[in-house]
Protein backbone atom coordinates (compact mmCIF):
# COMPACT_ATOMS: atom_id res chain seq x y z
CA UNK A 1 0.00 0.00 0.00
CA UNK A 2 1.26 3.42 -0.92
CA UNK A 3 0.41 6.42 0.33
CA UNK A 4 0.85 9.66 -1.48
CA UNK A 5 0.02 12.79 -2.88
CA UNK A 6 -2.89 13.09 -5.43
CA UNK A 7 -2.17 14.47 -8.26
CA UNK A 8 -4.80 15.80 -10.50
CA UNK A 9 -5.73 12.51 -12.64
CA UNK A 10 -6.66 10.90 -9.32
CA UNK A 11 -9.17 13.30 -9.00
CA UNK A 12 -12.52 11.82 -11.17
CA UNK A 13 -11.49 8.65 -9.20
CA UNK A 14 -11.66 10.60 -6.25
CA UNK A 15 -15.08 11.84 -6.70
CA UNK A 16 -16.52 8.38 -7.83
CA UNK A 17 -15.07 6.84 -4.43
CA UNK A 18 -16.69 9.62 -2.70
CA UNK A 19 -20.22 9.43 -3.83
CA UNK A 20 -20.50 6.00 -3.78
CA UNK A 21 -19.03 5.33 -0.11
CA UNK A 22 -19.93 9.16 1.28
CA UNK A 23 -23.48 8.56 -0.40
CA UNK A 24 -25.24 9.99 3.11
CA UNK A 25 -23.16 13.06 2.54
CA UNK A 26 -25.04 16.35 1.22
CA UNK A 27 -21.74 17.06 -1.14
CA UNK A 28 -21.99 13.47 -2.53
CA UNK A 29 -25.37 14.06 -3.62
CA UNK A 30 -24.47 16.82 -5.57
CA UNK A 31 -22.98 14.01 -8.20
CA UNK A 32 -19.17 13.13 -9.64
CA UNK A 33 -18.89 16.14 -11.90
CA UNK A 34 -19.39 18.53 -8.97
CA UNK A 35 -16.96 16.30 -6.92
CA UNK A 36 -14.39 16.40 -9.22
CA UNK A 37 -14.29 19.87 -9.44
CA UNK A 38 -14.59 20.81 -5.65
CA UNK A 39 -11.08 17.96 -5.48
CA UNK A 40 -9.31 19.64 -8.31
CA UNK A 41 -9.32 23.12 -6.64
CA UNK A 42 -8.37 21.13 -3.34
CA UNK A 43 -5.62 19.69 -4.68
CA UNK A 44 -4.71 23.32 -7.10
CA UNK A 45 -4.99 25.47 -3.19
CA UNK A 46 -2.22 26.58 -1.82
CA UNK A 47 -3.40 25.45 1.55
CA UNK A 48 -4.93 22.43 0.47
CA UNK A 49 -4.41 19.09 1.35
CA UNK A 50 -5.15 15.62 -0.62
CA UNK A 51 -3.73 12.23 0.09
CA UNK A 52 -4.78 8.93 -1.75
CA UNK A 53 -3.89 5.53 -0.77
CA UNK A 54 -3.09 3.52 -3.47
CA UNK A 55 -2.48 -0.73 -4.01
CA UNK A 56 -1.56 -2.19 -7.51
CA UNK A 57 -2.90 0.91 -9.31
CA UNK A 58 -5.97 1.05 -8.12
CA UNK A 59 -7.37 4.04 -5.28
CA UNK A 60 -7.90 2.19 -1.93
CA UNK A 61 -8.54 5.28 -0.19
CA UNK A 62 -8.57 9.32 0.26
CA UNK A 63 -8.56 11.91 2.57
CA UNK A 64 -8.68 15.53 2.28
CA UNK A 65 -8.42 18.70 4.42
CA UNK A 66 -7.74 22.76 3.85
CA UNK A 67 -6.22 24.97 6.52
CA UNK A 68 -9.12 27.52 6.48
CA UNK A 69 -12.11 26.03 5.23
CA UNK A 70 -13.76 29.06 5.29
CA UNK A 71 -11.59 30.82 3.05
CA UNK A 72 -10.83 28.01 0.80
CA UNK A 73 -14.72 27.93 0.36
CA UNK A 74 -14.48 31.83 -0.82
CA UNK A 75 -12.20 31.30 -3.37
CA UNK A 76 -13.94 27.98 -4.42
CA UNK A 77 -16.87 29.92 -4.81
CA UNK A 78 -14.90 32.68 -6.81
CA UNK A 79 -13.17 30.89 -9.24
CA UNK A 80 -15.06 27.76 -9.68
CA UNK A 81 -18.83 28.73 -9.34
CA UNK A 82 -19.87 28.64 -13.14
CA UNK A 83 -18.16 25.36 -13.38
CA UNK A 84 -20.06 24.16 -10.32
CA UNK A 85 -23.19 25.63 -11.73
CA UNK A 86 -23.11 23.65 -14.62
CA UNK A 87 -22.62 20.29 -12.81
CA UNK A 88 -25.27 20.73 -10.81
CA UNK A 89 -27.87 22.18 -13.28
CA UNK A 90 -30.65 19.77 -12.94
CA UNK A 91 -30.10 19.90 -9.10
CA UNK A 92 -30.90 23.50 -9.08
CA UNK A 93 -34.78 23.41 -9.29
CA UNK A 94 -34.57 22.24 -5.72
CA UNK A 95 -35.12 24.69 -3.45
CA UNK A 96 -33.83 22.59 -0.66
CA UNK A 97 -30.86 21.01 -3.02
CA UNK A 98 -30.10 25.08 -3.25
CA UNK A 99 -30.47 26.09 0.59
CA UNK A 100 -28.15 22.92 1.51
CA UNK A 101 -25.85 24.62 -1.49
CA UNK A 102 -25.75 27.30 1.02
CA UNK A 103 -25.63 26.19 4.28
CA UNK A 104 -22.59 24.05 3.04
CA UNK A 105 -20.49 26.69 2.09
CA UNK A 106 -21.30 29.18 4.48
CA UNK A 107 -20.99 27.03 7.34
CA UNK A 108 -17.11 27.75 8.52
CA UNK A 109 -17.96 31.49 9.00
CA UNK A 110 -19.60 30.21 12.66
CA UNK A 111 -16.07 28.89 13.72
CA UNK A 112 -15.00 32.28 15.70
CA UNK A 113 -18.39 32.18 17.91
CA UNK A 114 -17.45 28.31 19.08
CA UNK A 115 -13.87 29.17 19.02
CA UNK A 116 -12.59 25.90 16.33
CA UNK A 117 -9.45 25.69 14.68
CA UNK A 118 -9.84 26.69 11.14
CA UNK A 119 -7.98 23.76 9.68
CA UNK A 120 -10.49 20.98 8.78
CA UNK A 121 -10.14 17.57 7.51
CA UNK A 122 -13.14 17.73 4.94
CA UNK A 123 -13.40 13.83 4.03
CA UNK A 124 -12.18 10.47 4.39
CA UNK A 125 -12.77 7.33 2.44
CA UNK A 126 -11.72 3.98 1.96
CA UNK A 127 -12.45 1.31 -0.84
CA UNK A 128 -15.09 -1.47 0.67
CA UNK A 129 -12.45 -4.22 -0.22
CA UNK A 130 -9.84 -3.01 1.48
CA UNK A 131 -11.39 -2.26 4.43
CA UNK A 132 -10.32 -3.78 7.92
CA UNK A 133 -6.66 -2.63 7.11
CA UNK A 134 -5.73 0.40 9.03
CA UNK A 135 -5.70 2.14 5.76
CA UNK A 136 -8.13 5.24 7.54
CA UNK A 137 -5.33 5.43 9.96
CA UNK A 138 -2.61 6.05 7.90
CA UNK A 139 -4.92 8.65 5.46
CA UNK A 140 -5.79 10.26 8.87
CA UNK A 141 -2.33 10.72 9.99
CA UNK A 142 -0.60 11.63 6.95
CA UNK A 143 -3.00 14.23 6.98
CA UNK A 144 -1.86 15.47 10.31
CA UNK A 145 1.53 15.15 9.67
CA UNK A 146 0.62 17.72 6.30
CA UNK A 147 -0.92 20.14 8.83
CA UNK A 148 2.23 20.11 11.29
CA UNK A 149 4.16 21.03 8.65
CA UNK A 150 2.09 24.07 8.15
CA UNK A 151 2.17 25.14 11.66
CA UNK A 152 -0.70 23.85 12.53
CA UNK A 153 -1.46 22.38 15.87
CA UNK A 154 -5.46 21.25 15.69
CA UNK A 155 -7.27 20.66 13.10
CA UNK A 156 -11.50 20.11 12.96
CA UNK A 157 -13.75 16.92 11.87
CA UNK A 158 -17.55 17.44 11.30
CA UNK A 159 -19.44 14.05 11.26
CA UNK A 160 -23.03 13.37 11.32
CA UNK A 161 -24.50 12.59 14.41
CA UNK A 162 -26.14 9.63 13.43
CA UNK A 163 -22.81 8.41 11.85
CA UNK A 164 -21.60 5.95 15.05
CA UNK A 165 -19.13 4.02 12.85
CA UNK A 166 -17.55 7.04 12.42
CA UNK A 167 -17.55 8.71 15.43
CA UNK A 168 -15.99 6.12 17.04
CA UNK A 169 -13.07 5.58 14.32
CA UNK A 170 -12.79 9.59 15.04
CA UNK A 171 -12.93 9.13 19.10
CA UNK A 172 -10.71 6.14 18.97
CA UNK A 173 -7.77 7.89 16.81
CA UNK A 174 -8.10 10.38 19.33
CA UNK A 175 -9.93 13.42 18.30
CA UNK A 176 -12.21 14.72 20.85
CA UNK A 177 -15.92 15.77 20.27
CA UNK A 178 -16.20 19.84 20.79
CA UNK A 179 -19.86 20.62 20.00
CA UNK A 180 -22.73 19.99 18.45
CA UNK A 181 -24.19 22.46 15.30
CA UNK A 182 -26.69 22.35 12.31
CA UNK A 183 -25.16 22.99 9.00
CA UNK A 184 -28.61 21.89 7.42
CA UNK A 185 -31.59 22.37 9.42
CA UNK A 186 -32.79 19.63 11.25
CA UNK A 187 -29.93 17.53 10.63
CA UNK A 188 -27.35 17.61 13.84
CA UNK A 189 -23.55 17.31 13.10
CA UNK A 190 -20.73 16.61 15.57
CA UNK A 191 -17.81 18.81 15.63
CA UNK A 192 -14.34 16.98 16.72
CA UNK A 193 -10.92 18.14 17.14
CA UNK A 194 -7.84 16.58 16.57
CA UNK A 195 -5.06 18.19 18.80
CA UNK A 196 -1.48 17.16 16.55
CA UNK A 197 1.53 16.21 19.20
CA UNK A 198 4.23 18.06 19.09
CA UNK A 199 6.23 14.95 19.02
CA UNK A 200 3.90 13.02 15.96
CA UNK A 201 6.15 11.69 13.10
CA UNK A 202 6.25 14.04 10.14
CA UNK A 203 7.47 12.23 7.44
Not at 60 to 85: E, H, N, P, Q, T
Not at 102 to 128: Q, R, W
Request: charge should be positive; glycine fraction near 8%; aromatic fraction near 10%.
Amino acid sequence: MRIRTAELSDCKAIAIMHRINLDKSFLGSLGTGFLKILYQAINNHQGGFLIVAVENNELAGFVSGVDDVKSFYKLFLYKKWLAAIFAIIPKLFSLNIIKKVIETFSYGGHDSEISLPKAELLSIAVNEKYRGQGISTQLFEELANNFKLKGIKEFKIIVGSDLLPARKFYSKIGCVERASTQIHQGQESIILAYSIQPNQVVL
